[in-house]
């Protein structure tokens, strides 16, 4: 295992695609990190925060990362990639929030079934309305960084 962690031994294309199915792995999570919310306590204030602030930023060095290790071309397509990848967990959990719940669940599976509902019911439009902002933000940040 201490082998594999080893980074210094890892060739960079295999540094590349672990970082980039790492990206792609945070990038679903912020998905429903979205409807979770923290109490953050600062000063004495009490305030709701979005969880995915705390993964979010994490795409961008993850980004920054890849852009060093690799060239602009391959940086853009890797993040693509993950913006569609991103945009079929969110049109499929959608779709699937939409099937009817059976009359023979249980109680708990009739209350997990509701809450992937809820949380997955409005993931589709979600990255719709993301997705402008979301591309120009990541090439903003590739371009930034290829120089």
């Not at 852009?67 to 890797?78: P, Q």
């Not at 993950?82 to 779709?95: E, K, P, Q, R, T």
């Amino acid at each position: 295992m201490m082998q594999f962690l080893n980074i210094a031994k890892i060739d960079r294309s295999k540094l590349i695609w672990i970082l980039a199915m790492l990206y792609n792995t945070l990038n679903i999570l912020c998905d429903t990190l979205f409807y979770r919310y923290y109490e953050l306590s600062i000063f004495n204030r009490n305030y709701l925060v979005y969880c995915v602030v705390f993964v979010f930023p994490i795409l961008y060095i993850i980004s920054d990362v890849i852009v060093v290790l690799s060239d602009r071309k391959t940086s853009i397509k890797i993040i693509s990639l993950a913006i569609f990848l991103d945009g079929i967990y969110s049109l499929i959990s959608s779709l699937i929030a939409r099937f009817s719940i059976p009359n023979n669940l249980s109680g708990m599976q009739l209350h997990t079934t509701i809450s992937y509902n809820a949380v997955s019911h409005d993931l589709w439009s979600l990255f719709l309305y993301s997705l402008f902002a979301t591309l120009i933000a990541n090439l903003c940040e590739i371009m930034l960084f290829s120089f």
